[in-house]
């Protein structure tokens, strides 16, 4: 027999598959990360966005995240697959170890290979088209 948190936690990894496969989630987090309302995200926004991840998951506040730490957030209880992956190719030096160094570089590169344009902005379709965290 299934424990509740089990089935809320099946229930919540069902709904953000879908969300991910349709694009909606990625369509909110583009609109809510563009602070200026212009219709772009621009690299200070998007490094923004992935700094607030990773405070969300630096439980204890020292601006490094462990894996242990990691597994004890509601992101790798809800989705461990991805929260495990995120951890794998933030850890650049393998150490166990996310570093706010280690996302700014992750980011800025990640942001450069998002805008294909090189405009130094994103838009709303190169963020949906390249963003490898919605498309595999």
């Known amino acids: ?6 089935i809320l936690i099946l229930v919540a990894l069902i709904i ?4 991910l496969a349709n694009g909606k ?8 990360c563009d602070d200026n309302k212009d219709g772009l995200l621009n690299q ?16 204890n506040k020292d601006l490094v995240v462990t ?5 004890n957030t509601p992101f790798a209880k809800m989705m461990p697959t991805f929260a495990l992956s995120w951890f794998a190719k933030n850890d650049l030096d393998k ?7 280690e996302i700014t570089k992750v980011s800025n ?7 294909t344009n090189s405009d ?11 963003n490898p965290s919605f498309n595999k």
């Open 1 to 6: 027999m299934y424990k509740p948190t089990k």
């Open 16 to 19: 953000a598959t879908n969300i």
């Open 25 to 32: 989630f990625g369509s909110k987090i583009f609109v809510k």
């Open 44 to 59: 200070s926004e998007y490094l923004k966005m992935s700094t607030k991840r990773f405070k969300r998951m630096d439980l």
């Open 67 to 71: 894996y242990k730490e990691l597994q």
């Open 95 to 101: 150490n166990k170890k996310v570093t706010t160094k």
């Open 109 to 115: 590169k990640k942001f450069d290979m998002m805008d």
């Open 120 to 130: 130094k902005l994103l838009s709303s379709n190169e963020w949906m088209t390249n």
